[in-house]
T-cell receptor, first 115, second 115 residues
Framework: NAGVTQTPKFQVLKTGQSMTLQCAQD?????MYWYRQDPGMGLRLIYY???????DKGEVPNGYNVSRLNKREFSLRLESAAPSQTSVYFC??????????????FGPGTRLTVL | AQSVTQPDIHITVSEGASLELRCNYS??????LFWYVQSPGQGLQLLLK????DTLVQGIKGFEAEFKRSQSSFNLRKPSVHWSDAAEYFC?????????????WGLGTSLAVNP
């Protein structure tokens, strides 16, 4: 099992450019999450998907869109990148809450710089 | 409001010394409790979790944590720290009922280990 994979690992964008961060999991998990991590601010939830076909906003959704393409894949799109979106982005997945109480499994992250 | 507090932003210990990282939570009922570790440039890895039962839980890499309901705490401990333990440590909680099992995160404690 690869677990949670993310592509790309690194990306540099210019202000106004768009890009999509890809995430896939092979653990047959129902729920998937996108976080951003900034120094001193911990992990902040951008969007999550409780199950295939559903998505919901987290704490900091502005400037982002998501797609839950199927059970395995959950992508994060920046339509018009801004320097404030320079961050490390993590994707995570979790099995049904009744089984594992919300335990989340993380990908290795994407380090995004917006110039 | 639900919250997680990690009072120590940064801790430095000597290799071989004992370690305790503090975590306090504010929540109406006993939640599910987690500790994650993030090595430099890496994703987050689950160290241990508490759902119910014995309040002292064992995790990977020789870590343990104790849940104290009266103090709303879930402190992480290790009897003898190794240089490879230098990392960022995050405490998180999740509701123990319902379908919404999003994690609430502390801001993290950065651990440095002196040789």
């Amino acid at each position: 099992n690869a677990g949670v994979t993310q592509t790309p690992k690194f990306q540099v964008l210019k202000t106004g450019q768009s890009m999509t961060l890809q995430c896939a999991q092979d653990m047959n998990h129902n729920s998937m999450y996108w976080y951003r991590q900034d120094p001193g601010m911990g992990l902040r939830l951008i969007y999550y998907s409780a199950s295939e076909g559903t998505t919901d906003k987290g704490e900091v959704p502005n400037g982002y869109n998501v797609s839950r393409l199927n059970k395995r894949e959950f992508s994060l799109r920046l339509e018009s990148a801004a320097p404030s979106q320079t961050s490390v982005y993590f994707c995570a997945s979790s099995p049904p809450p009744e089984a594992y109480g919300g335990t989340q499994y993380f990908g290795p992250g994407t380090r995004l710089t917006v110039l | 409001a639900q919250s997680v507090t990690q009072p120590d932003i940064h801790i430095t210990v000597s290799e071989g010394a004992s370690l305790e990282l503090r975590c306090n939570y504010s929540y109406g009922a006993t939640p599910y409790l987690f500790w994650y570790v993030q090595s430099p440039g890496q994703g987050l890895q689950l160290l241990l979790k508490y759902f119910s039962g014995d309040t002292l839980v064992q995790g990977i890499k020789g870590f343990e944590a104790e849940f104290k309901r009266s103090q709303s705490s879930f402190n992480l401990r290790k009897p003898s720290v190794h240089w490879s333990d230098a990392a960022e440590y995050f405490c998180a909680v999740a509701p123990n009922a319902g379908n919404n099992r999003k994690l609430i995160w502390g801001l993290g404690t950065s651990l440095a280990v002196n040789p």
